[in-house]
């Protein structure tokens, strides 16, 4: 069974650029989120969608921000303009139920803003 | 891939000792636990977790305290191997939207 994955591995955009991240869950898993680690801090939360609905979108850092989930399947997180702060590790993960449970992590998009 | 390990803690241990990781939660209402290993050019990978009416969880080689008097959370990680070279995460659950409040991580390097 495939894991969960994010593309592209590494981003490397200049600061006023635009980004777009995608995640393409485990197949079946209804509930995705969006995590972030920037400035090698701790890992935080941005979103929480159960299928094309956000659920959850507290961590939201402001409106540059926007996730989206057509069809329930693929999500994907773009930002625009991106800053400098916005470099960091873009996780997503998924769960078959909505749960806090045993998350399964993808491998991260390493973004970099120069 | 990610510089995980920058401006970590690191806990630097012999191959075959055991491996003690602390990590401190801030949410006296948190009532779920979890640690995760990450890996350079992976992401979380779960460990264990605990909730709050336990203070101790075993796993294979792995063992989950907890001390809820003084929030605190620790990893054990008996006859560690090479393998076991990662950067840890606690992570703590308080509420029903499903987020999870991760700690700053814990570098661990096995020395051989």
């Known amino acids: 069974e495939a894991g969960v994955t994010q593309f592209p591995s590494h981003s490397v955009i200049e600061k006023g650029q635009t980004v777009t991240l995608r995640c393409d869950p485990i197949?079946?898993?209804?509930?995705l989120y969006w995590y972030r680690r920037v400035m090698g801090k701790e890992i935080k939360f941005l979103l929480h969608?159960?299928?094309?609905?956000?659920?959850?979108e507290s961590g939201m850092p402001n409106n540059r921000f926007l996730a989206e989930r057509t069809g329930g399947t693929y999500s994907t997180l773009k930002v625009q303009p991106a800053e400098l702060e916005d470099s960091g590790v873009y996780f997503c993960a998924s769960s078959q139920r909505a749960t806090r449970e045993k998350l399964f992590f993808g491998s991260g998009t390493q973004l970099s803003v120069l | 891939g990610e510089n995980v390990g920058l401006h970590l803690p690191t806990l630097s241990v012999q191959e075959g000792d055991n491996s003690i990781i602390n990590c401190a939660y801030s949410?006296?209402?948190?009532?779920?636990f979890i640690w995760y290993k990450q890996e350079s050019g992976k992401g979380p990978q779960f460990i264990i977790d605990i909730r709050s009416n336990m203070d101790k969880r075993q796993g294979q080689r792995v063992t989950v305290l907890l001390n809820k008097t003084v929030k605190h959370l620790s990893l054990q990680i008996a006859a560690t191997q090479p393998g076991d070279s990662a950067v840890y995460f606690c992570a703590e659950n308080a509420d029903s939207s499903y987020k999870l409040i991760f700690g700053s991580g814990t570098r661990l390097l096995v020395r051989p």
């Open positions: 969608f159960v299928k094309e609905s956000k659920q959850d």
């Open positions: 197949s079946g898993h209804d509930n």
């Open positions: 949410n006296s209402a948190s009532d779920y």
